[in-house]
C-alpha cells in the first residue's frame, strides 16, 4: 500500500478513489492473472462484470480482468516500444482515447 499510496498522492483525483486494493496485503485473493482482485472490488462497491470496464497495460493484468468477465480495455500510452498487448476488448492509445470510449459505452447504455 506504500507504492500504491505514493503514486495516488500524485493524482487530482486522489480524494475520489473508493477502493483500493492491494493483492500483496489480501493473501486471501489469488494474484493475477486470477481475477480475484477485480472480482473483490466490484463485490465492495456493489458491481457487476457486466457494468465495468477495466483499464489494464500488462497482459498478465488484461488476462486477469478478462478472466473476471469485464469489459477490458487495453491502454498503450505508456508502454515499453515493442511491446505487445494481447486479448483486450479494446485498445486505446491515450487516455482521451479511453475517456471517449466510455462515454460511448455510457451513451449506448442509456438508449
Known amino acids: ?23 500483496y496485503e489480501r493473501p486471501d485473493l489469488a494474484q493475477k492473472p486470477a481475477p480475484d482482485g477485480y472480482l473483490a472490488a466490484m463485490e465492495s462497491l456493489g458491481a457487476s462484470p457486466a457494468t465495468t470496464i477495466i483499464l489494464e497495460d500488462s497482459n498478465v493484468g488484461i488476462q486477469s480482468a478478462k478472466a473476471s468477465g469485464a469489459l477490458t480495455i487495453g491502454l498503450r500510452q505508456n508502454i515499453i516500444k515493442g511491446y505487445k498487448q494481447e486479448g483486450t476488448d479494446v485498445y486505446a492509445n491515450t487516455i482521451a482515447d479511453v475517456l471517449a470510449f466510455v462515454k460511448q459505452q455510457a451513451d449506448m447504455a442509456t438508449e
Open 1 to 23: 500500500m506504500t507504492w500504491i499510496t505514493t503514486l495516488t498522492k500524485r493524482l487530482s483525483f486522489e480524494d475520489d478513489i473508493e477502493l483500493i486494493i492491494s493483492l
